[in-house]
């Protein structure tokens, strides 16, 4: 895992190619590489994680030096291609999977790219061709961003890279002005700054002299796969499958951990390295896993620490509790914010804080739960549509129902009375919605695979639509940069492509029954998880303690700036609207957690302007 920067018909020089993917010194704190001809300039910063020698150094060159390559990711099935490519004749200097993919484009060109099994964003150069090829991976695990200027683009990992190329850079207040947007731009080219784009998720581009020409290379409605029919046998499939996506994402030469919330899905991804181990790893698996990371929120109704401690007991190994501390974070929260670069709808503290003590404790890279949510049915809200799909089927009708209210019943038993009220009122208008009309969303599905998509239920179309442009890529890109700050690596087995092909493949009976959402990972890993955890129907989810916070810690420093004049005149917010509802969450009593996340909602763009936006402006003046 890296950080990338590239120029292709642009004039440059070695000492400014040097300046931008320094700014990415966070994502590639062990090594750094510049190269350069007279057309294209590669830049990288690279993170150690397979052959630490120096063999693995990037920009890296084919034997013949025709093609150059920069890569940010990792490609788990690396060894059988790398076998592959041997047969074919090819030779290797290195053990990384960076000289697989350069020898992968080589043979195949464009066509590797659905031999890889991984997350990656990538540049090859060919010196003969004079031509840049671009690609990211399936479901935009890792970001790749690109500007045009004048007849060249730049490229980068992060956006904060490609503003010392451009002459300025303006905010998109289409996005930061709309919290409606939050989650709707991660999937498109736009981006918060009018000048940049983002390459999108699953798709290549080749630049010339030209200009730039994107394709999309891949979409899971093309690659749905054959299941059984009957659960017993996709309840098998799920499990070999998991367990695979698990084994080769343990294939590391620096010490792998996990970030454990003693959820399902975060449960299911330890409890399975440990398996994995006991059973026999296989080629380049490291066996020293045994490092669990615990955020804790003392005395906050976030707080999780009892059911990783369940799981830790259960495998009999240590756990690291992190205790998230609110000052240390608003002191950070210039640099937490200027590193996270985007808006999002809670704090980044959290997160940041908890990757920053994986690094500190010798770990380099986390196999952690993310994507069984969007794929198999784990958001209570969703789970409504389904009803959509049932018709008049009593039986389903109480399948679904049930796992609903018992999940809702759970998740707000420990709350405070004024939540439950606001949440069960807030539920029911929702519920009402979703049960008498059919889903619609802001914008249309890829018209390619509009037929395809029209065939899923109502249920798999929101979880579709959940993975690939809402929520997903959201998280997707929040945690790359949650943990790149610090210099680690997040691995993520749910969206090994198989499974995401197995999830589209499945109808929702295999997701929600016996009253339990994500039915279909709980029977297939319910003998290597701890049973309190299998059978756990709360949600509380990693956030931030924001109204405990707002009403403590954090209430002098939101007053302060509250009354600054740049707030009182910023044209990213309203003003007085924030600061009436901010001083409602920190004076009222009955403040609700969606009233404190609102807040923060309409602080953000505020926030991201004086800790982001401000100090790049800044640096180009």
């Known amino acids: 895992m890296c950080g990338i920067f590239g120029t292709f018909n642009l004039n440059v020089s070695e000492n400014k190619l040097t300046e931008c993917i320094d700014m990415l010194a966070h994502r590639g704190p062990d090594d750094r590489g510049v190269w350069l001809d007279n057309l294209c300039g590669l830049a990288h910063r690279r993170l150690s994680i397979l052959d630490l020698s120096a063999a693995g150094k990037q920009p890296m060159a084919a ?55 991984g997350m990656w964003a990538f540049a090859v150069y060919d010196r003969y061709k004079k031509q840049l090829f671009l690609s990211r991976d399936r479901f935009g695990v890792k970001p790749l961003f690109y500007t045009k200027i004048e007849s060249g683009i730049a490229f980068a990992s992060e956006m904060k890279a490609l503003v010392p190329v451009l002459p300025s850079v303006t905010p998109n207040y289409s996005i930061l002005k709309d919290i409606n947007q939050y989650f709707n731009y991660e999937s498109t080219q736009m981006c918060v700054l009018n000048e940049i784009n983002r390459l999108p ?27 059984p029919n009957r659960y017993e046998e996709q309840v098998e499939m799920l499990r070999d499958l998991f367990l695979d996506a698990c084994r080769i994402r343990m294939r590391s030469d620096v010490t792998i951990g996990t970030a454990l919330s003693g959820g399902l899905d975060s449960s299911a991804t330890i409890c399975a390295m440990a398996d994995i181990i006991k059973k026999g790893a296989g080629t380049r698996v490291n066996h020293d896993f045994q490092h669990a990371f615990v955020a804790a929120f003392p005395e906050t109704m976030l707080d999780e620490t009892h059911y990783a401690r369940e799981v830790t007991d259960y495998l009999n190994i240590k756990s690291t509790e992190v205790v998230i501390d609110p000052v240390e974070g608003l002191n950070k929260l210039p640099e937490y914010i200027y590193n996270f670069e985007d808006i999002y709808i809670t ?29 198999f049915g784990g958001y209570p809200g969703d789970m409504m549509y389904a009803l959509l799909d049932v018709g008049t089927d009593k039986e389903s009708i109480h399948q679904i129902l049930t796992t609903y209210f018992g999940m809702m019943s759970e998740s707000i038993t420990n709350r405070s009375q004024s939540y439950k009220k606001y949440y069960i009122d807030f539920m029911a208008r929702h519920l009402a919605k979703k049960v008498l009309r059919v889903p619609t969303w802001d914008r249309p599905i890829d018209r390619e695979c509009q037929d395809k998509f029209n065939k899923l239920g109502h249920f798999e179309r929101v979880l579709y639509n959940s993975t690939h442009t809402t929520i ?43 009253g339990y959402s994500k039915s279909i990972i709980r029977d297939a890993l319910k003998d290597i ?15 931030t303690p924001i109204v405990e916070w707002m009403k403590g810690p954090w209430k002098e420093w939101l007053y302060d700036l509250m009354e600054s004049v740049d707030f009182k005149q910023s044209s990213m917010i309203n003003a007085k609207q924030t600061r009436a509802l901010t001083e409602h969450v920190i004076c009222s009593d009955d403040a609700s957690f969606p009233e404190g996340e609102k807040a923060w909602e309409m602080l953000m763009p505020y926030l991201w302007e004086k800790y982001f936006f401000d100090p790049l402006h800044k640096s180009q003046c």
């Open 63 to 117: 034997e013949d030096e025709r093609y150059f390559i920069v890569y940010n990711g990792e490609i788990y099935n690396f060894i059988e291609l790398q076998e592959e490519l041997r047969f074919l004749g090819y030779h290797f200097r290195s053990n990384t999977d960076t000289e697989v993919v350069l020898c992968a484009y080589i043979e195949w060109g464009e066509k590797c790219l659905d031999k890889f099994n």
């Open 201 to 227: 998720a699953g798709h290549y581009a080749y630049v010339d002299k030209n200009g730039i020409r994107i394709r999309r290379w891949w979409r899971t409605l093309d690659n749905l796969m054959h299941v």
């Open 347 to 375: 704090s980044p503290v959290p997160m940041m804080q908890l990757y920053s003590q994986v690094k500190k404790s010798g770990v380099t890279v986390t196999l952690d739960g993310h994507g069984a949510d969007e794929l």
């Open 529 to 543: 998880i701890p049973k309190g955890i299998v059978e756990r129907k709360s949600k509380i989810g990693f956030n």
């Open 472 to 514: 997903l890529p959201t998280l997707l890109r929040n945690y790359d940069r949650y943990s790149m700050a610090s210099g680690v690596e997040i691995r993520m087995p749910f969206l090994d492509y198989r499974l995401v092909q197995f999830a589209f493949s499945i109808s929702w009976k295999a997701k929600l029954h016996g």
